[in-house]
Each structure stands twice: as structure tokens, then as C-alpha cells.
Nanobody, 121 residues
Framework: QVQLVESGGGLVQAGGSLRLSCAAS????????MNWFRQAPGKEREFVAR????????SYVDSVKGRFTISRDNAKNTVYLQMNSLKPDDTAVYYC??????????????WGQGTQVTVSS
């Protein structure tokens, strides 16, 4: 059983930056593809970014490409999401999720509780 705990959310002005962290415990972190999702009020949960077990491969939703960077430190059992040039549309609860496979069709095994990101205009 893997536990995921997100941190680093907060209130920031448009154009600002935040760095989210997701710390894992209770399992072999390096075996999991790690993902970031977000859910804004009244909207469906949206995929944001994904990183392979080694950290070599990444994938992003188009709306964050060039602004967000996902990374991981397997020695620290932590995945990060560096968010730059934030926009009000980035306001959401951000969740990390662990998956056994790269393909989204395989589903997600573990989820964190989420961290709120609010971007003011």
C-alpha cells in the first residue's frame, strides 16, 4: 500500500510560480509512473503531467506545456511539479497519482488527498 501526500499549494498572483511536491511512503516508489491531475470547481478531473519510472520520459497536457515541469527524485520518494507563469485557469486542487503502467488505460493505483492552488488575476 502506497501513501501519497501532496504539499506546496497556495495562493499566488498570475505570472507567479509554485512548486508542488508529492511524497510517497509504504511502497517501492521507483516502480510507479507518477502523474499529476487537477480538478477545478465544477469541472472534471484533468490530467496534467506524467513521468516515467526513471524520469527519462514525460508527458503534459497541451495547456501547461512550456510552463510546467514534472520531475522525480527516486532517492527521496518524491515527485515534483514546477509551475511557472501561472494563470487563473490553473486554479484547482492538484492531485498526484501512482500507476503501474505508462498507458492511462491501465488506471491508477494510488491517489493523494490533493493540494489547493489558487491563482489570482
Amino acid at each position: 500500500q502506497v501513501q501519497l501526500v501532496e504539499s506546496g499549494g497556495g495562493l499566488v498572483q498570475a505570472g507567479g510560480s509554485l512548486r508542488l511536491s508529492c511524497a510517497a511512503s509504504g511502497g517501492t516508489f521507483s516502480r510507479y509512473v507518477m502523474n499529476w491531475f487537477r480538478q477545478a470547481p465544477g469541472k472534471e478531473r484533468e490530467f496534467v503531467a506524467r513521468i516515467s519510472t526513471s524520469g527519462y520520459s514525460t508527458s503534459y497536457v497541451d495547456s501547461v506545456k512550456g510552463r510546467f515541469t514534472i520531475s522525480r527524485d527516486n532517492a527521496k520518494n518524491t515527485v515534483y511539479l514546477q509551475m511557472n507563469s501561472l494563470k487563473p485557469d490553473d486554479t484547482a486542487v492538484y492531485y498526484c497519482a501512482a500507476a503501474r503502467d505508462w498507458s492511462p488505460r491501465s488506471g491508477y493505483d494510488y491517489w493523494g488527498q490533493g493540494t489547493q492552488v489558487t491563482v489570482s488575476s
